[in-house]
C-alpha cells in the first residue's frame, strides 16, 4: 500500500485565519481525496483533488472556503480558509490503491480558538 | 446520497470476549471496507471484501460480504485490551468499485482487561 505522510499533524489556529495541510504519497496516485471529521464523528468527503484540473467538491463544500491544488500525482494541499470554531475538526487525506484500497494520512488535528 | 447505518454505536467488552458489529444500506455496494482509527491516527485499513458472499479473515478479524451486497459484517474473537478503538464500515459511493467512500458512523470498542 501507499505512505502517506500529512503535514501538520495538529495545529491551533486564530479564528479567521487560514491553515494549508500538505499531503504527500510516496507513489504517484490517479486520486487523492481529501475528509473532514468532526469531533466524534464519522468521516465527511470533502473533495476530491485531480491531478491538472479542479477538485471536485460534495455538497456543502466549496473551493472558497476549501481550496485544493493538485500540482502532481504524488502531492496535494488543503487550505481551511477563513476559519471559525465550528472549523475545528481532523482533515485527512487519503488515496486509491489498485488492487489494494484506500489509505489514510494519520490526519491534521485542528482547533480554532 | 449513500448512507450506511453501522450498529452498535459502541460496545463495552471484557477482554477475551467476542466482537461482532454491522453495517447496512439501502443501495447496492461492490466494495465494503472495515477500518480501525485508533486516537490520534488516520483510519487503518482491517479488510477488504469484493464478492458478494466473500468471507476474509485477518488474523482474529473476520468479515463477510453480504450476499444481497446491502450488508457487511465484522467479528473479533478473543478480543484484547489493543483492540480498543472506532470501527468504521465504508464503501465506494454510487455502486462503483473505486472513488470516493461513504463511511458508516463508527462502532467504539472498549475492552475492558
Known amino acids: 500500500s501507499a505512505v502517506i505522510s500529512q503535514k501538520p499533524s495538529r495545529d491551533i489556529c486564530q479564528r479567521g485565519t487560514s491553515l494549508t495541510i500538505q499531503c504527500q504519497v510516496d507513489s504517484q496516485v490517479t486520486m487523492m481525496f481529501w475528509y473532514r471529521q468532526q469531533p466524534g464523528q464519522s468521516l465527511t468527503l470533502i473533495a476530491t483533488a485531480n491531478q491538472g484540473s479542479e477538485a471536485t467538491y460534495e455538497s456543502g463544500f466549496v473551493i472558497d472556503k476549501f481550496p485544493i491544488s493538485r500540482p502532481n500525482l504524488t502531492f496535494s494541499t488543503l487550505t481551511v480558509s477563513n476559519m471559525s470554531p465550528e472549523d475545528s475538526s481532523i482533515y485527512l487525506c487519503?488515496?486509491?490503491?489498485?488492487?489494494?484500497?484506500?489509505?489514510f494520512g494519520s490526519g491534521t488535528r485542528l482547533t480554532v480558538v | 446520497g449513500q448512507q450506511l447505518n453501522q450498529s452498535p454505536q459502541s460496545m463495552f467488552i471484557q477482554e477475551g470476549e467476542d466482537v461482532s458489529m454491522n453495517c447496512t444500506s439501502s443501495s447496492i455496494f461492490n466494495t465494503w471496507l472495515w477500518y480501525k482509527q485508533e486516537p490520534g491516527e488516520g483510519p487503518v485499513l482491517l479488510i477488504a471484501?469484493?464478492?458478494?458472499?466473500e468471507l476474509t479473515s485477518n488474523g482474529r478479524l473476520t468479515a463477510q460480504f453480504g450476499i444481497t451486497r446491502k450488508d457487511s459484517f465484522l467479528n473479533i474473537s478473543a478480543s484484547i485490551p489493543s483492540d480498543v478503538g472506532i470501527y468504521f464500515c465504508a464503501g465506494p459511493a454510487g455502486g462503483t468499485s473505486y472513488g470516493k467512500l461513504t463511511f458508516g458512523q463508527g462502532t467504539i470498542l472498549t475492552v475492558h482487561p
Open positions: 471484501l469484493y464478492k458478494a458472499g
Open positions: 487519503s488515496v486509491e490503491v489498485p488492487n489494494y484500497g484506500y489509505t
